[in-house]
């Protein structure tokens, strides 16, 4: 059973892994924006895919709070997403989230980050509508750090930083990963690569 966490420190763990995001975008220089960034995303494209954590916190917070949760947990939001990362239009909209960006991408994607604390400042836990169902904030928000995680160390591998993850956004993010592998009945698959007896990937988006 997955422990539940409080909105307050889903908030701090977001708010964590969009600071280190900011840090990292801070990082990468003029000539790198058009290098290889993961899969067909150039380093432009990685980092527009990734504000999209940022948006979608604020643009579904602006919509009408739902009457019922369809996704009543973390994990459950991934197994209702599973095999979508790699569709074509995620692909379309991290490449239009990177031109967005502009000449300016730390400036906007600082904007991004702001715009979305000033969105949950003060919230109460409440509904969020997504494109596949609603969910809980306190659900949500962990859902936007596991992305702002991973991708930070995609963003990291592909402009050669040393940045690490901070300690708390780590946490979420593999708490995230082992709730939802468990629950996409991958669960002993992830244990056996955990601790060495086998290797291979798994994947819970």
């Known amino acids: 059973m997955a422990v539940e966490q409080p909105l ?37 494209s990685l980092v527009g895919h990734t504000s999209r954590s940022l948006t979608t916190v604020a643009d579904y917070l602006a919509q009408l709070e739902p009457d019922v949760v369809d996704i009543d947990s973390v994990a459950g939001y991934y197994a209702r997403i599973q095999g979508l990362a790699s569709s074509p239009e995620v692909t379309a909209r991290g490449v239009a989230a990177g031109v967005d960006l502009g000449e300016d991408p730390l400036r906007r994607a600082t904007e991004r980050r ?18 596949w169902g609603s969910i809980l904030l306190s659900h949500y928000l962990p859902t936007r750090t596991f992305e702002l995680a991973v991708h930070g160390l995609d963003i990291a591998r592909a402009i050669g930083s040393s940045s690490t993850l901070p300690r708390t956004v780590l946490a979420s993010a593999l708490a995230t990963a082992v709730e939802a592998a468990e629950l996409t009945g991958q669960g002993e698959q992830a244990l056996l690569i955990l601790t060495g007896r086998e290797q291979g990937p798994i994947s819970v988006v």
């Open 8 to 44: 307050s420190a889903a908030i701090e763990d977001y708010l964590a892994g969009a600071d280190h995001y900011l840090a990292l975008v801070a990082e990468v220089s003029p000539q790198q924006w058009d290098q290889p960034g993961l899969g067909d995303w150039s380093v432009r």
């Open 114 to 131: 702001d715009r979305a604390a000033e969105a949950i400042s003060g919230i109460a836990d409440r509904r969020v509508a997504t494109p």
